[in-house]
């Protein structure tokens, strides 16, 4: 039998697992998912929601049949549809031109004098949502549970839709361990390695990935290799510690917890202080959805009352760039290199749902809002505006809601070094992920052979900017934060609250009982 074959790779998530390949095909344009390509996915769409509703009217009461008739009377009205594409001829996306018609009518309904015109409005927001729903298009494939994924990259919304309780891991020719699949599988206890190189196995062989020691075997001969320690490790932060942390000299430390799925949210453990990120644009996948504010709003209202009395801060979508979302390439006018808070500024029609979603949410918890890649002070003085005006908006159709404090990331150099210019952010999370990029001029694909040469002159930033903070409440949420190496330099740097991946909780939890509050070990260890 040939002997197993064992390539080099990067560790980019620990632990060891077997099981048969599943090669992914390379990514492209046609196989990646659209969320609409015009007005003829909307007649499909309001086709699919119309079929929709009349299933449902076959076992409804003559109640419920009368809104439903209704409501597929108004689909099958060509003066919306004829809005909609008016709109889309004005360079509008589908998505939202459908989503500013039926809002437009909603506002009418809702500010009509007769109750029974107002009581319509709902009628509406549902058929707009269910035109939405079906204008979200075609999920990425999902691919066996058990299985390792072999290919040059992932998506993370393929990453989130697997089950990967069934083990299984990841292997990707090129890819980088800050990338955002790595960080989901580390968060998850999914074992992965990057880097390979492009290397050949038949669909279903068997092999293993050593996410340890950084490497794939690859087993010729059919013989599965047997896993060198069980195939997946249980979500190691989970598990319960009571009482607050404090150095060793007694300084408090706070340690929430990042999040990137609203599921991981269930395991909240007690110990956890609350949600220092969750990472918005990997629950809400596309465009349809970011059109969607019922759905968003469910998202965020289901974090907030897990996490109950513990602050939950989400950030608003972090997409464009390096993050994209399915279906964005369809708008008009973008430029390519417009991420985080530039683009939502941009396309301030998907800033205004999350917005709206977000009010609506902030009454169901402690949630704060936290804008991504912030690199000037106005971004932040438009975004607040836009809450206020949704908050407004919100007001007039009489919807509960709550103004949350909005704070920033600090991942953009040129922000880091004017904090103090930045008076209207509530609070600041340092981002070392992006900042390390940024600095270094690097990618977040290549920055791994120079992060440790990096970190330096990243502590020195967050050193000067925690103290430009002028006692706003500062924390950190990058990577960084969850290696105990950096530890000592993120103390002495000021910092005293720790956000990171739920797997990386005990290793910091320890590692700070270990040090004094300037980051110097303490006595006897
Ligand atoms: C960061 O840049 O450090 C960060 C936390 O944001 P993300 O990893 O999502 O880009
Ligand atoms: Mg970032």
């Known amino acids: 039998m040939a002997e197993p074959l064992r390539l080099k790779a990067k560790s980019a998530s620990p632990g060891i697992a077997s099981g048969p390949a599943f090669l992914a095909e390379r990514r492209d344009a046609a196989a990646a998912p659209r969320t609409a390509d015009g007005f003829g996915a909307l007649e499909k769409a309001i086709d699919i929601s119309i079929g929709e509703l009349e299933r449902l009217a076959e076992g409804a009461d003559a109640e419920s049949r009368d809104i439903i008739d209704f409501q597929i009377e108004v689909l099958r009205d060509p003066t919306i549809a004829e809005a909609t594409g008016a709109r889309m001829q004005a360079d509008e996306n589908v998505v939202f031109a459908w989503v500013a018609t039926l809002d437009a009518y909603i506002g009418e309904l809702e500010a009509a004098d007769e109750e029974q015109m107002r009581a319509r409005a709902v009628d509406i927001l ?6 939405l729903g079906a204008l979200a298009g075609t999920p990425i494939a999902d691919f066996p549970p058990g299985s390792v994924f072999i290919g040059k990259d992932m998506e993370p919304s393929r990453f989130l839709a697997h089950d990967w309780s069934k083990g299984g891991g990841i292997a990707l020719f090129a890819g980088s361990t800050a990338g955002h699949v790595a960080l989901l599988a580390r968060a998850k206890s999914v074992p992965m390695v990057v880097g390979t190189g492009r290397f050949s196995a038949a669909e279903g062989d068997p092999v293993s990935v050593d996410g340890d020691a950084g490497a794939v075997i690859l087993q010729a001969g059919g013989m599965l290799i047997p896993p060198l320690a069980p195939a997946q490790a249980p979500a190691g932060g989970m598990q319960s510690e009571s009482g607050e942390l404090r150095t060793a000299d007694g300084v408090p430390i706070l340690i929430s917890i990042n999040i990137n799925d609203p599921a991981e949210i269930d395991a909240f453990d007690p110990a956890t202080v609350g949600v220092g990120l969750m990472r918005s644009e990997f629950s809400v996948t596309s465009l349809a959805d970011a059109a969607n504010e019922e759905r968003q709003l469910a998202i965020y209202r289901r974090v907030l009352e ?16 390096d993050k994209p ?15 985080g808070i530039r683009l939502l500024l941009a396309r301030p029609e998907i800033a205004r749902v999350q917005a709206r979603a977000l009010l609506r949410a902030a009454v169901f918890g402690k949630l704060s809002v936290m804008l991504p890649m912030v690199t000037f002070p106005e971004e932040v003085d438009r975004m607040r505006e836009l809450f206020r005006e949704e908050a407004e908006r919100l007001g007039r159709r009489a919807l509960p809601h709550r103004m949350p404090p909005i704070g920033m990331m600090v991942e953009v150099p040129a922000a880091a070094l004017m904090l103090d210019t930045f ?45 430009l903070a002028a006692g706003k409440p500062v924390s950190i949420c990058g990577d960084m934060a969850g290696d105990p190496h950096y530890l000592p330099g993120l103390l002495a740097a000021g910092l005293r609250h720790f956000s990171v991946a739920p797997a990386r909780r005990p290793a910091i939890r320890s590692a700070i009982t270990g040090l004094n509050a300037d980051g110097t070990k303490a006595a006897g260890e």
């Open 306 to 321: 897990q996490a109950g009395e513990r602050p939950v801060i989400i950030r608003m979508l972090d997409i464009g760039g």
């Open 423 to 467: 008076g209207s952010a509530a609070f600041f999370s340092f981002g070392t992920n992006d900042l390390t990029q940024y600095l270094a001029a690097s990618t977040r694909d290549d920055i791994d052979a120079d992060a440790g040469k990096a970190a330096p002159a990243v502590l020195r930033l967050i050193s000067q900017a925690v103290k």
């Open 325 to 339: 979302l399915a279906g964005l390439e369809d708008l008009p006018a973008l430029d390519p290199g417009l991420r």
């Open 126 to 131: 549902d058929i707009k949502n269910r035109v």
